[in-house]
């Protein structure tokens, strides 16, 4: 059986990282299956990319379409075209697609509009907030795929109300597996945490990461934003994706200030190294939100709402939309109510992958 997996963002790199190990050790159990990795380039910065694949241990990508960035019509036309000529190419068993990026949606339409089968990893997800772009890719690509790899039992509800539950099989999140399992390595090489300048590691300090168009494109409430971070009392690393360092730049916003401390985007086991010795999490980022849970550490989280609402649980997550509550919600008490196990136990790329033996 041949996969074929369509990946170019950040997150979807991770979630690759765990499907690949799975897929290595369906091998070595006897199954005849074929990779295939086709990076879309939308995430080409060496720290948003290349390090991900060397760090991960994933194989280097067959297929680098490079696409780069554009408006989202451009974007995503420009991966569809490409997409569609490798899969012909390739003519997979399954195309698999994750999350809810342009690279998803591409993907998808590819590959359906071929006839040929596709199954989404990470199905089901709702912000109900339609003014989300993901939220459009996830929807149009919910409906049209042909198996929905639900992560939790909430996801499955969601396809359920919109009709699609003989194609779901909730599997668990895959990237709790790989979150899990890098957390453990992390904890035994202090060499992979990497703070920014002025954050003390044996002191009390805050990760923080702010990415999304919502928060970042609006001048005015960037600055509320930044001016929350830097009033807090408790040393902020202030993990900067380019949209950010880009937009606080045209806004005239300095960064690094009061409580901020700056540094570039960690590699995936730095930052999961950052996040678990630290007393909690800000962030605007739904696969942040997850890992600081499965971690056991407190979130708070610059929206108004949230796919993974399991992390709303007991305060271990809390959604907030002003440079006030962001304050307050920050600065609360360490959480002490346990936690269940919403994600799964760290085999979800291992059920994944079956279900595609299981409906191939």
Known sequence: MKILSVVGARP??????????????????????EHVIVHTGQHYDAGMSDVF????????????LAIGSAQHGAQTGRMLERLEEVIL????DWTLVYGDTNSTLAGTLAAVKQHLPVAHLEAGLRSFNRKMPEEINRIVTDHAADLLLAPTEVAASHLDNEGL???TVVTGDVMADICLTVADAARNDPASLKLPGGIDPESPYLVATIH????????NKLRRIIDGLQALK?????FAHPRLVDRASKAGLELQSGMVKLSPPAPYPGLIAAVQRSVGV???????????FLLQIPCTTVRSETEWVETLQDDWNILVSDSDSLISAASRPFPTAPQGVPYGRGDASEKAIQALLDFS
């Open 53 to 64: 694949f060397n760090d991960l241990q994933i194989p280097e990508a067959d297929f680098n």
């Open 89 to 92: 190419e390739q003519r997979p």
């Open 12 to 33: 979807q790199f991770v979630k690759l990282a765990a499907i690949s190990r799975a897929i290595a050790r369906k091998r070595e159990a006897g199954e005849d299956l």
């Open 165 to 167: 539950s003989r194609r």
């Open 212 to 219: 999304r168009a919502e928060n970042t494109d609006d001048p």
């Open 234 to 238: 408790t040393p902020v690393a202030l």
């Open 282 to 292: 800000i962030t605007d980022s739904g696969g942040l939100q997850k890992e600081s």
